[in-house]
């Protein structure tokens, strides 16, 4: 009998570097009050959000993500031809042919890449970074880049008050190769498809949310799921210095933080806000909001950091990871 | 809860509840209050008020029936016929 040969495994994986880009036009609650029946208060009150980047037509997902990861290369101290595989996790393609992933792999400069699309909407960069390691960790990887990048605008209606006031385009990357001491813990993942129709798209165009049941799952059944990573990563509540949850809307984030903190989290875990300034930018918005509190000095090299995405699909995904 | 509590004892468990959600005095929840109108509760603090109603009374409160709880005596008269 003929043996198959395995790749050589590696032990532990972690993120060597993170990088963001976001489209320089900033809009304000201002500006969508003059095209929508809103407020400024309004908007802060439901979601907690102050301004959000918008993206021109001219520039695409694809230029984001190749932005957002070359700046992740840049952090972690590498250079493309030290990354062998990419991973686009996005939900806003404007067709379903060709992938995102190929192409940001070709332009980042990362030649004959692995590379795919992976869509589990807002959970996706989480999803995307458990896939990672886990390749890393079984050989099939030597280290692979990262990417959660979305052009939301593109899907949602302009003048939508329940919608445009929350969605948002961006990018935000991380470089995930194999480390000494793990870096990155389990991913904890799931799905809830008979939930579906709670997020999908109106007349196969436009977002749609139902919002209040979206709300009830958001900020009951995401809180257990963030324990179990941090049961799955051998960590107490108490030892996690940062919480990055998926910036849905900061009502949300403060529910899973405020649970977190009833089964012992500290009073002083750092609480990723970015939704405030950058809107919802689904599958970017937790590598977005790491690249710029790290940015800010908010979070510092060695951090115990739990991630935790959710959102259409039903899906979710999260892991406990040491901040690069 | 090993007996039905009376209307006052849901009343008074709401008014609790709705002050820790949105930060109303509880002697300001009476039965002929709009959650929306009188008492300036949005459509996501009152899930935040139907979850916690649910754990406190041991009821289910779908969001399709949430809708139509507009006062808190609607609130009421669903707690006591569900529990």
Same mark, same amino acid.
């Given at each position: 009998m003929t043996g198959l040969r395995?790749?050589?495994?590696?032990? /532990?994986? *972690?993120?060597?570097?993170?990088?963001?880009?976001?489209?320089?036009?900033?809009?304000?609650? &201002?500006?969508?009050?003059?095209?929508? &029946?809103?407020? &400024?208060?309004?908007?802060?009150?439901?979601?907690?959000?102050?301004?959000?980047?918008?993206?021109? /037509?001219?520039?695409?997902?694809?230029?984001?993500?190749?932005?957002? #990861?070359?700046?992740?290369?840049?952090?972690?101290?590498?250079?493309?031809?030290?990354?062998? +595989?990419?991973?686009?996790?996005?939900?806003?393609?404007?067709?379903?042919?060709?992938?995102?992933?190929?192409?940001?792999?070709?332009?980042?400069?990362?030649?004959?890449? #692995? /590379?795919?699309?992976?869509?589990?909407?807002?959970? #996706?960069?989480?999803? /995307?970074?458990?896939?990672?390691?886990?390749?890393?960790?079984?050989?099939?990887? *030597?280290?692979?880049?990262?990417?959660?990048?979305?052009?939301?605008?593109?899907?949602?209606?302009? +003048?939508?008050?329940?919608?445009?006031?929350?969605?948002? &385009? #961006?990018? =935000?990357?991380?470089?995930? =190769?194999?480390a000494d001491e793990p870096g990155i813990g389990p991913v904890v993942w799931g799905s809830a498809g008979d939930l579906v129709d709670l997020i999908s798209l109106r007349d196969d165009r436009w977002i749609f949310q139902e919002g209040q049941s979206v709300f009830r799952w958001a900020t009951t059944q995401i809180a257990p799921i963030a324990q179990r990573a941090l049961d799955a990563a051998g960590i107490a509540p108490a030892e996690l210095d940062v919480l990055i949850p998926h910036q849905a809307n900061l009502r949300i984030v403060e529910a899973i933080a405020k649970k977190l903190r009833a089964n012992g989290a500290r009073a002083d875990m750092v609480v990723a806000d970015d939704i405030v300034h950058s809107g919802n930018t689904s599958s970017a918005s937790i590598p977005m909001a790491m690249d710029h509190m790290r940015a800010a000095g908010r979070i510092k090299p060695g951090d115990v950091a739990l991630l935790i995405g959710f959102g259409a699909g039903l899906s979710y995904a999260g892991q406990v990871v040491i901040c690069p | 809860m090993s007996e039905k509590p009376s209307e006052a004892e849901i009343l008074e468990g709401l008014g609790e509840i709705v002050e820790e959600v949105a930060g109303v005095a509880p002697d300001d929840v009476t039965a002929d209050k709009s959650f929306v109108d009188d008492l300036d509760i949005d459509s996501l603090s009152m899930v935040e008020i139907a979850v916690q109603a649910e754990d406190r009374f041991g009821v289910k409160i779908p969001d399709d029936e949430l809708a139509n709880l507009k006062t808190v005596g609607d609130a009421v008269n669903y707690v006591a016929k569900h529990v």
């Open positions: 395995l790749a050589p495994a590696v032990q /532990a994986t *972690r993120i060597l570097g993170v990088g963001s880009f976001q489209p320089e036009r900033v809009v304000t609650n &201002d500006d969508l009050s003059k095209i929508m &029946d809103t407020t &400024d208060e309004w908007i802060r009150d439901r979601v907690g959000i102050v301004e959000r980047r918008f993206a021109d /037509a001219d520039l695409k997902l694809v230029d984001m993500a190749v932005f957002a #990861g070359s700046k992740a290369l840049a952090n972690a101290g590498l250079s493309p031809s030290d990354v062998d +595989t990419v991973i686009l996790a996005n939900c806003t393609m404007p067709t379903p042919i060709p992938n995102g992933a190929a192409q940001v792999a070709d332009r980042i400069g990362v030649k004959g890449a #692995g /590379a795919f699309d992976l869509n589990a909407a807002c959970a #996706g960069f989480c999803y /995307a970074l458990g896939t990672a390691s886990d390749l890393v960790r079984a050989g099939s990887a *030597r280290r692979v880049l990262v990417i959660g990048a979305e052009k939301l605008t593109d899907w949602v209606e302009p +003048t939508d008050r329940a919608n445009a006031i929350i969605f948002a &385009d #961006g990018a =935000g990357a991380a470089v995930v =190769g194999p | -």
